[in-house]
């Protein structure tokens, strides 16, 4: 009787109540044949990539090795993904700046360009992300192909809890990370990226939340902000946060990534003119006010876009409509109540506040509203005068308001009176 190569043939032949690294050395012998190595892959990314477990010192160059030789499978080519993103996420693959390029000018041979992959295997340069970008090109209408590339491109630049895009954070990744930044913008990635945000209308959130996390650490570098919004990123990102208004991680990855392209110096007042975003940022804060971290986060891209102009300024004040929930500085009221002991938080708040004040036709436009900024400036210094971040800039606000903008509390608006008393509530 003649038993065919069949998954049955499969399931009963490879070891796997023997353990990894019985199924590894089976996996090296059975190399070449494709359905074995990818019942091998499936069964390692279910079973052994999980909850931050090690796995084994050769999965990752084994990996590699079926890549090398069943590039054709889309299937493999998304187990090992699964594979190489949970040894990433533990650390058994690390970022490393690639050996200095020969001297000579001839292309590299395939048989090189697989030693220098087979050489880099436990390591993240520019050898083993472009094997990785030029599948991902070949398969990436695959859907979950894509995902899973753009996942592993966040499991490499995006270590968890990092959501942080002050002065501070980005010296830290550009430090770590700047040795590839730009040849990872030279691979397949940005269009993986940007073919992700136009899944919008897709109904997969996942995708969309990888695009936008992974997209804004490369905006870190200036460059790659640059061809990002030539790619028009700003409009899909913008897209992607209408269409998904209630998704927070949607939302949070968005705020940081309109943060990231609206800080860049290759942003030009006509493209933020062109969409409404203050409504959409100020619908987010309104919705999310709750949440620290997105609204931390959103309220630093309101900064980043308001210092563009006074007339950004003005779009989000919303003169005439000051004590509306939607309007910036009702927000900052809002959020002050909600976030009173939240240093994070408040020290944004001053920056807004101050950015606000900084221009004499905002203070003519939103005149009625001063002395509840004043009252809140110098709640916030009386709370935290020996904290320098707080106190001391609360009180540099506080100094620059020109006399002429001193307002008898009798003369301010009821409504606007009420809203401060909430504060302390």
């Known amino acids: 009787l003649t038993i065919k190569f069949t998954d049955f043939f499969i399931s009963v032949n490879i070891p796997y109540d023997k353990g990894l690294s019985a ?7 059975k190399i070449e044949h494709e359905n074995c190595v990818e019942g091998v892959l499936d069964w390692i990314a279910q079973t052994q990539c999980r909850n931050g477990a090690s796995t084994h010192p050769f999965l990752p160059l084994l990996t590699w090795k079926v890549f090398l030789v069943h590039n054709e499978n889309p299937k493999i080519f998304q187990y090992g993904l699964e594979i190489l993103i949970h040894c990433t996420s533990v650390g058994e693959m690390k970022i490393q700046a690639p050996d200095p390029p020969s001297s000579r000018a001839e292309q590299p041979t395939s048989q090189e360009i697989c030693d220098a992959v087979i050489n880099n295997s436990i390591y ?4 083993t992300l472009n094997l990785i970008s030029e599948l991902a090109r070949r398969h990436s209408e695959h859907l979950k192909v894509h995902e899973r590339a753009l996942a592993l491109l966040e499991a490499i630049f995006c270590p968890l809890r990092t959501n942080d895009l002050t ?4 010296l830290t990744y550009w430090s770590k990370y700047s040795l590839i930044y730009r040849s990872v913008f030279k691979m397949v990635y940005p269009e993986l990226i940007i073919r992700g945000l136009m899944k919008v209308h ?3 959130p996942d995708i969309l939340r990888i695009a936008l996390s992974t997209m804004w650490k490369l905006c870190i570098d200036e460059e790659n902000s640059k061809k990002f919004l030539e790619m028009d990123a700003f409009k899909l990102v913008y897209d992607v946060m209408y269409y998904w208004p209630k998704h ?5 990855q968005g705020a940081l990534s309109l943060t990231a392209l609206s800080s860049s110096r290759w942003m030009i007042e006509d493209i933020l003119m062109q969409y409404d975003i203050p409504t959409l940022l100020l619908n987010s804060l309104d919705t999310f006010c709750l949440y620290n971290e997105i609204c931390y986060n959103l309220f630093y891209t309101v900064g980043s876009i308001i210092n563009h102009s006074a007339e950004q300024v003005l779009r989000f004040v919303r003169p005439g409509a000051i004590m509306k929930e939607k309007n910036l500085i009702a927000l900052i009221l809002k959020a002050y109540s909600i976030h009173h002991d939240n240093d994070r938080i ?3 708040l001053i920056k807004l506040i101050s950015t606000i004040m900084a221009d004499d036709a905002i203070l003519e436009a939103i005149f009625s509203a001063i002395p509840t900024l004043k009252a809140l400036l110098t709640e916030i210094y009386s709370r935290f005068h020996n904290c320098r971040e707080l106190g001391s800039a609360a009180q540099e606000v506080l100094q620059r308001i020109p006399v002429a903008y001193n307002i008898p509390m009798d003369a301010i608006e009821p409504d606007i009176l009420i809203d401060f008393k909430m504060l302390s509530i």
């Open 167 to 170: 002065q501070e954070a980005r």
């Open 23 to 29: 199924v590894l050395r089976y996996l090296g012998d």
């Open 202 to 204: 897709d109904g997969f």
């Open 124 to 127: 993240w340069n520019e050898n």
């Open 248 to 252: 927070p991680e949607i939302i949070n």
């Open 346 to 348: 408040i020290g944004t």
